[in-house]
């Protein structure tokens, strides 16, 4: 079952923050962030493994709430680079190995 | 190195044609993914594969579709007969050890 993200689409101005939740209603063993521009491939961003783990990437941060099978993305003084699609994309606790369900993506403009 | 590597980046076709997609993965990853993307259904997962084997096909829509991975450092994705529905980007993606994927450029596949 496919993770939700939220909000579906930000605008934000150059150095203002955002956050992107994602939630799954099955018990997770990781979630990835992947980041992807207009006509490119997904680009990795971090992976979280453990519950209540927190990441860091440049100004790009993550938490994993894994009793609420819940992970959000923290974008804080936002570039213009940032702008593109997020993507969560869940591993479910099995042993099935690493395959992802990607939510429905959250579409980020950054705007001068 | 490369990174992953797919051919043709674009690929035009009959109805009823057969098509096959190729992907040369990272070397010494030892995890192989085939996804869908489109804007109606996102990104789906069609087929898995650990060390060469296929783990996971549910994703596989119809016998249409079939995949192969002969050895590590090569797989197809075959399409045969093609249909307009099938039009779509086919990304292939590789891991190692349950880490981050590293996604292909790639195949925009229109079938007319």
């Known amino acids: 079952q496919q993770p939700v993200q939220s909000p579906q689409a930000v605008i934000l101005r150059e150095g203002e923050d955002a956050v992107i939740n994602c939630s799954s209603s099955?018990?997770?063993?990781?979630v990835h962030w992947y980041r992807q521009k207009h006509g490119e491939a997904p680009v990795f961003l971090m992976i979280?493994?453990?519950?209540?783990e927190q990441k860091g990437h440049d100004k790009i941060s993550a938490s994993f709430n894994e009793k609420k099978q819940q992970s959000s993305l923290y974008l804080t003084a936002s570039q213009l680079s940032y702008s593109g699609t997020y993507f969560c994309?869940?591993?479910?606790?099995?042993?099935?190995?690493?395959?992802?369900?990607f939510g429905g993506g959250t579409r980020l403009m950054v705007k001068p | 190195d490369a990174g992953v590597i797919q051919s043709p980046r674009h690929e035009v076709t009959e109805m009823g044609q057969e098509v096959t997609l190729r992907c040369k993965p990272i070397?010494?990853?030892?995890?192989l993914f085939w996804y869908r993307q489109t804007m109606m259904r996102g990104l789906e997962l069609l087929i898995y594969?650990?060390?060469?084997?296929?783990?996971?096909d549910s994703g596989m829509p119809e016998d249409r579709f079939s995949a192969k991975m002969p050895n590590a450092s090569f797989s197809t994705l075959k399409i045969q007969p093609s249909e307009p529905r099938d039009s779509a980007v086919y990304f292939c993606?590789?891991?190692?050890?349950?880490?981050?994927?590293?996604f292909g450029s790639g195949t925009r596949l229109t079938v007319v």
């Open positions: 993606a590789s891991s190692r050890d349950r880490g981050g994927y590293t």
């Open positions: 994309g869940t591993e479910y606790n099995n042993n099935a190995g690493n395959m992802l369900t």
């Open positions: 594969f650990n060390n060469n084997v296929p783990i996971d």
């Open positions: 070397s010494g990853h030892n995890s």
């Open positions: 979280l493994l453990k519950g209540g």
């Open positions: 099955k018990a997770l063993y990781s």
